[in-house]
């Protein structure tokens, strides 16, 4: 396996853990930014909303902050209810401080919270899909189950309604259609985003870190013998 390459100041959460593990000082906090979006899906618009946690702290004192997607969610069926998303991102949230954690990084395990949204959906529980993640189907490949994965990239804009002003994002992700036991299941991840009038370094950095998210994915499903097509963002 390659050497990760480590960005400093750090853009992910392999940053982190690769600077800690070079002998640096890292520490971290993690905030929340539960954004809704006004997204395009076939010409028809619709309202999502993007979990964010945002990761600040310092390396040798030198202050950084970065931003990760953690899930999608909407009241449409073009994604996961935000229940089901909020429930999905604290899952990927929680194998990110298991990571920190193993390189001596201690953040406070804080969560995604949006009670309001959930009571919404209270009625509606027996609408919900699996949140079986791509962890989980990992670890079922890695017991003997045959599982074949579908991945489709892709990068699209998204008005991002911040409290005082909106913003027009772009974001890298891919869609994960998993078949196991004859039931085929969506698994979204968001890879990276950046703003959409920023230069080309930006949105370039943004896509590198998206591949490179992607090809640790692969690692793991090579790993699992688990069937998948490779895909990266050119």
Do not use: W
């Not at 946690?53 to 909407?74: L, M, P, V």
């Not at 791509?134 to 309604?161: Q, R």
């Not at 994960?176 to 991840?189: N, S």
């Amino acid at each position: 396996m390659e050497e990760r390459i480590s960005h400093n100041p750090p853009m992910s959460i392999m940053d982190l853990v690769s600077l800690k593990k070079a002998g640096h000082e890292v520490t971290v906090d993690n905030a929340f930014e539960i954004n809704e979006v006004e997204l395009d899906h076939e010409e028809h618009p619709f309202q999502a909303f993007l979990f964010f946690c945002r990761f600040t702290g310092a390396i040798d004192g030198q202050a950084y902050n970065f931003k990760k997607c953690y899930s999608r969610g909407c009241t449409h069926n073009l994604c996961p209810h935000v229940s089901q998303a909020v429930m999905i991102a604290n899952r990927y949230l929680q194998r990110d401080f298991v990571a920190l954690e193993k390189a001596g990084i201690n953040p406070d395990r804080k969560l995604f919270t949006l009670e309001g949204m959930l009571s919404k959906f209270e009625e509606k529980r027996d609408q919900f899909v699996s949140t079986l993640i791509l962890d989980d189907y990992i670890h079922l490949a890695k017991e003997g189950n045959d599982i074949f994965i579908h991945i489709d990239l892709e990068n699209f804009a998204a008005v991002e309604n911040f409290e005082n002003y909106k913003e027009k994002r772009l974001f890298f992700s891919a869609n994960f259609a998993v078949t196991h036991l004859g039931e085929k299941h969506i698994c979204q991840k968001c890879l990276s985003c950046c703003a959409l009038d920023d230069n080309e370094m930006e949105i370039r950095k943004a896509r590198d870190l998206a591949n490179r998210r992607a090809a640790i994915l692969y690692e793991e499903f090579d790993k699992a013998k688990i069937r998948y097509n490779r895909a990266f963002f050119e």
